[in-house]
């Protein structure tokens, strides 16, 4: 039944390759390209996978609510086979029993408001050690590179909430933390031939293959050197137990109620670093970015922080709820720069129809996010940075509004949302109350390159420097 309905549109494919000779260094954008000439509901070929193409609200809404249980599945990812023993993580497990469960116990146990809430007062600390340091820059009037500061405060905030401690680049391989976790991410995103032509797969033409199992064991040995050290100093007499603590207190006890070994623990620390330590800081990197090339944004904000918060002390989470600008300004940037603009690939379990198009099992769909916060018929005037738009309008962006899906919808959206809004609103605000900030040597805003560079998480494409100056009264 579903062979005798029309096609979706699409660009011309080659003959086998399909249409990867369409896609370049940003994809997002290409797809974003071709998705204005043939539609929003668009069909490409990878090798022998179909693709579609989801470009507007409506048809978001179709997959990720109307049909959602239909396109909850993750298609096969070679990364997480090699990285996350066999897909058993969260981010790319195969829909069924085991990841729901296991999605289930990490919203519960690990990223739900009373566990996020109990690691405020080490959100604090670092958050004032960061001020700190900007401050001491801003003395001696040194340039700050802003994209590397803030990663490293990421990961200190969420390797304390995961491992209970901080990592030195040295202690985790001689490549360094930060650099393995960019490589995962990096490989996460690669368009990686073996996924679509099997046999080519096999002879690993591209290196991923090889450098993939490497990946796969420093992490093992990492992480099973953290958690002995855990097991070794039982954690009764700590106040907060973090991640590891948490899991292994579940594998212990034997009260999980599905197959949950040290492998499903690792796979899963996997997925909270890799996917909570780069997400927060991207989203701050291209806040600050705007806010930097837009100053009456910025002093607007900072109008309403001195008002909300005072200019004798800093930004406390409780401060949040009531600052309805920042609310704005990181909405905005999310619309303009959505951190992952495809989210992450879903794939059919069923045959379904959608909008009249028929889309058979195990096809891959893909969201564009981007495209969708670039559209003028969504968003009049999308190229402009305005957090005004979202002024008395409520859209929502926390899955309820298709128009605006940074942390996707359904169930597959994201389950760190929460903590992830909190870090970036509480580091956001915080930036732009302790400091003004100034681009270098005199650059101009309009001469700040503000190129995408597209991966499991997409960052700016050069890092952003800036010049703080001090401005609190404390
Ligand atoms: C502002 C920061 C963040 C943004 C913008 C973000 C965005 C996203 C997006 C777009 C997805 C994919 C949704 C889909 O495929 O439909 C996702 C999935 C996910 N995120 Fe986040 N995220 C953020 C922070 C975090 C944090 C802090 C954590 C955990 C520590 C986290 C854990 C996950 C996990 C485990 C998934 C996979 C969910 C699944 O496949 O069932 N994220 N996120």
Redesign the pocket.
């Known amino acids: 039944q579903l062979k005798k309905k029309k096609q979706p549109p699409g660009p011309k494919g080659l003959p086998i390759l399909g249409h990867f000779h369409l896609l370049g260094k940003n994809p997002h954008q290409d797809l974003h390209r071709l998705s204005q000439k043939h539609g929003p509901i668009m069909l490409i070929r990878f090798g022998f996978v179909p693709t579609y193409v989801i470009s507007s609200p409506a048809g978001a809404e179709l997959i ?1 609510k109307t049909h959602d249980s239909v396109f909850a599945s ?1 298609p096969p990812h070679e990364a997480s086979k090699y990285i996350c023993h066999e897909q058993k993580n ?4 195969r829909y069924g029993p085991y ?1 729901r469960d296991m ?1 289930k116990l ?1 919203t519960l146990e690990l ?1 739900s408001s009373h566990k996020i809430s109990q690691f405020q007062a080490m959100r604090k600390a670092e958050i004032a050690l960061f001020v700190r340091s900007l401050k001491e820059l801003a003395e001696k009037r040194e340039t700050v590179d802003v994209s590397k500061r803030v990663a490293g405060l990421s990961a200190d905030m ?1 390797c304390q909430m995961v491992f209970g401690r901080k990592y030195e680049d040295k202690d985790f391989d001689e490549n360094g933390f930060k650099a393995v976790v960019m490589e995962t991410l990096e490989l996460g995103a690669v368009l990686n031939l073996g996924e679509y032509f099997p046999y080519i797969g096999m002879l690993d033409l591209q290196g991923l293959t090889r450098r993939m199992k490497r990946l796969g064991r420093i992490f093992d040995s990492f992480l099973e050197k953290i958690i002995d050290d855990h097991v070794e100093k039982r954690p009764e007499k700590k106040a907060t137990l973090d991640f590891v603590d948490t899991m292994m207190g579940i594998l212990d006890s034997g009260k999980a109620g599905f197959e949950f070994d040290r492998r499903h623990v690792k796979a899963v620390l996997v ?2 670093i890799v ?2 330590m780069d ?2 800081a991207t ?1 701050v990197e291209w806040a600050m970015s705007e806010l930097i090339r837009h100053p009456h944004v910025m002093k607007k904000l900072q109008k309403e922080l001195e008002t909300v918060v005072g200019m004798d002390q800093m930004v406390e989470e409780s401060h949040l709820e009531k600052l309805e600008y920042l609310e704005m300004v990181v909405k905005e940037t ?1 619309r303009i720069h ?3 603009p495809l ?2 690939p ?1 794939e059919s379990m069923k045959d379904c129809v959608i909008d009249g198009y028929p889309i058979p099992k195990n096809s891959r769909v893909i ?1 564009n996010t981007y495209a969708i916060g670039r559209d003028p018929k969504v968003w009049p005037n999308p190229e402009k940075f305005s957090p005004e738009r979202f002024l008395d309008n409520n859209v929502d962006m926390r899955g309820r509004d298709f128009r605006l ?13 929460q ?3 909190i ?2 609103r509480l580091v956001i605000g915080q930036m732009a109350h302790c400091f003004d900030w100034e681009l270098p040597n005199g650059m101009l805003a309009s001469e700040l390159d503000m190129e995408d560079h597209f991966g499991s998480v997409t960052c700016r494409n050069k890092h952003l420097l800036a010049n703080p100056t001090y401005r609190l009264h404390i």
Do not use: E, K, Q
């Open positions: 990720l993750r969260i981010t790319f497990g990841w999605r990490c990223l969420i997925d909270m996917a909570g997400t927060s989203v999310m959505p951190v992952a989210l992450l879903h969201v899906l940074p942390f996707g919808a359904g169930r597959r959206g994201c389950p760190g949302m903590l992830g809004l870090v970036v």
